[in-house]
């Protein structure tokens, strides 16, 4: 299908993108601080406060490409323009795919692969053609599956790839630190997303709907899910007397795909790895019921 390629030349859009305002724009122009202001800033642990103030001063003062300061420490006047040396100019090329990762453009692009390729399959009427020729009905979710799989392999190669290029073309150089635990982070990286397609997959065949399936899909993707456990831990904790040590967010796949890191601890990739086998395996089983006994009907 011609779509396919088009969600592949979509995510190497979106990371190119990404990585362009990751590199090459210098959010200083945004704010009235210097560079290594807003680095103090940053390690102060207070960012959030000092940027949002330095932001609304920058508007008032009607900063656009760049803006007019004067710097105090040696008197002398120097523009700040937006394009230049981004927070990750000089970052590697982990770390930079690090970032496009949990953008979750990959986990968009298979919830709308999911839903052209189960619609194709409801269009077409392939069911009842298969279960006359072959009984065997688990193959059909086992089938579909493998071929989301395939796909989703294919996205988190060219998500990597387009990473690697677009650091070549906006930096003019590619650096590489190499950590031994990127292969582990790529690896659960992958799991995530096969089990947040699975998740997907799953609530397309059930409802019968791809409309319902790629709706909620987006949803996730947007954070909307963790957004309503956050609010429910939120409740929970100051409300029922429930131990913050437990948190409904943590147990979301988007929550655990956004932090996810290489450098993350141990806590934090063997939840990834829980939460991943977990949410695909109930998905499959629940994916195999529906074809098994409502699915052909």
Known sequence: ?????????????????????????????????????????????????ALESGMKV????GANTYYY?????????VDIEL???GLYHDACLLTLFEENARGMYDA?????????????????????????????????????????????AVLMIVMFLSTLLSDAIFTGAVTVAWED????????????????????????VVTRSVIVGNTIGIFMTFGTVSLVCSIADYILINYLGVSGDFRLVNLTLSQNITVLSIASDETVYTRAVICGLVYMILSLLSAYIVIEKRDIN
């Open 1 to 49: 299908m011609k779509s396919t390629y088009i969600l592949i030349a979509c995510l190497m859009a979106s990371v190119m993108l990404t990585t362009f305002v990751l590199t090459r724009v210098n959010y200083s122009s945004f704010i009235t601080v210097s560079d290594d202001e807003l680095t103090e800033i940053n390690e102060g642990g207070f960012s959030v406060d």
């Open 58 to 61: 920058g508007q008032e003062a």
């Open 69 to 77: 300061r004067e710097q105090s420490s040696d008197g002398n006047d």
């Open 83 to 85: 394009y230049g040396a």
């Open 108 to 152: 968009l692009m298979a919830v709308i692969f999911i839903g052209l390729f189960i619609g194709s399959v409801y269009k077409v009427g392939f069911d009842k053609n298969y279960i006359m020729s072959n009984a065997n009905r688990p193959l059909l979710a086992l089938a579909r599956f493998c071929v989301v799989a395939i796909y989703d």
């Open 181 to 204: 635990d990127f292969p582990r982070y790529f690896l659960v990286s992958y799991l995530l997303l096969l089990s947040f397609s699975a998740v997907v997959m799953t609530i397309t």
